[in-house]
């Protein structure tokens, strides 16, 4: 089968959702007030300036389609980073965040005071395998990317790619593209934050993805915007 020539994967410039669950954190409440559901967040008016900012980068790398997860803030940042080019958008669920099931809107401090449980299972299982009731693992999420990245070099062979996403949509396309261990999968998890609207890509040489950039925000430095700080929390309790 016939590799891609270029992919890369977006992250989703800050939304609404990533402001109060920074707040949430920092002042170690148990519980993240978002309104919406999770699918429903939308872009903050940094994270659509940081979604506009994409736009140019991704001109000049001239990708074929984008594929782009469901949720609102992945949607409108596809929206505004795609405005004035000539590349159709596909919604794919399988580029959805990582459900949370009974974690969802609790902070790590939550987690630890009304499910200590569940903070032990996980500390015994690790990041990768530990599934919450009612959510998923990372493995979980792999399965769905992986039979996403398979049914894209069979609709595009040789194609130019751009898939946006969530922050551990990122790491885990990493893990596939570059054919990681859990424990490298790890290490990079433990030392980096995602930046919002960063972008991450691979080119095709020799049948196999090589690494181009991971977690760039150049762009956003050009453009003038200031990346995510790099306090901002992930899209899920650590």
């Given at each position: 089968?016939?590799?891609?020539?270029?992919?890369?994967?977006?992250?989703?410039?800050?939304?609404?959702?990533?402001?109060?669950?920074?707040d949430?954190?920092?002042?170690?409440?148990?519980?993240?007030?978002?309104?919406?559901?999770?699918?429903?967040?939308?872009?903050?008016?940094?994270?659509?300036?940081?979604?506009?900012?994409?736009?140019?980068?991704?001109?000049?790398?001239?990708p074929?389609?984008?594929?782009?997860?469901?949720?609102?803030?992945?949607?409108?940042?596809?929206?505004?980073?795609?405005?004035?080019?000539?590349?159709?958008?596909?919604?794919?669920?399988?580029?959805?965040?990582?459900?949370?099931?009974?974690l969802?809107?609790?902070?790590?401090y939550?987690?630890?005071?009304?499910?200590?449980?569940?903070?032990?299972?996980?500390?015994?299982?690790?990041?990768?395998?530990?599934?919450?009731?009612?959510?998923?693992?990372?493995?979980d999420?792999?399965?769905?990317?992986?039979?996403?990245?398979?049914?894209?070099?069979?609709?595009?062979?040789?194609?130019?790619?751009?898939?946006?996403?969530?922050?551990?949509?990122?790491?885990?396309?990493?893990?596939?593209?570059?054919?990681?261990?859990?424990?490298?999968?790890?290490?990079?998890?433990?030392?980096?934050?995602?930046?919002?609207?960063?972008?991450?890509?691979?080119?095709g040489?020799?049948?196999?993805?090589?690494?181009?950039?991971?977690?760039?925000?150049?762009?956003?430095?050009?453009?003038?915007?200031?990346?995510?700080k790099?306090?901002?929390?992930?899209?899920?309790?650590?």
């Amino acid at each position: 089968m016939e590799q891609l020539q270029w992919l890369a994967v977006v992250r989703h410039g800050q939304s609404t959702g990533n402001v109060t669950a920074q707040d949430a954190e920092t002042a170690g409440i148990e519980q993240i007030d978002i309104p919406e559901r999770d699918a429903d967040v939308p872009l903050s008016d940094l994270g659509r300036e940081q979604a506009q900012a994409v736009g140019p980068a991704l001109a000049g790398a001239a990708p074929d389609v984008a594929i782009v997860s469901p949720y609102l803030r992945t949607r409108q940042t596809a929206e505004l980073a795609l405005a004035g080019l000539d590349v159709p958008m596909v919604v794919d669920e399988r580029l959805r965040d990582r459900e949370l099931g009974v974690l969802d809107l609790l902070t790590a401090y939550g987690v630890q005071q009304r499910l200590p449980g569940e903070a032990a299972r996980r500390e015994r299982h690790g990041k990768f395998y530990y599934r919450p009731p009612g959510g998923e693992s990372w493995a979980d999420v792999l399965l769905r990317l992986r039979s996403l990245l398979r049914e894209l070099r069979e609709d595009h062979p040789g194609g130019r790619v751009v898939l946006v996403g969530h922050e551990a949509i990122v790491l885990l396309i990493r893990y596939l593209a570059e054919g990681l261990s859990e424990a490298e999968l790890m290490k990079i998890a433990r030392g980096t934050t995602v930046a919002n609207c960063s972008i991450s890509s691979w080119r095709g040489e020799g049948g196999e993805l090589r690494p181009e950039l991971f977690n760039s925000v150049e762009h956003l430095h050009a453009e003038g915007t200031p990346p995510t700080k790099q306090e901002d929390v992930d899209d899920e309790p650590v």
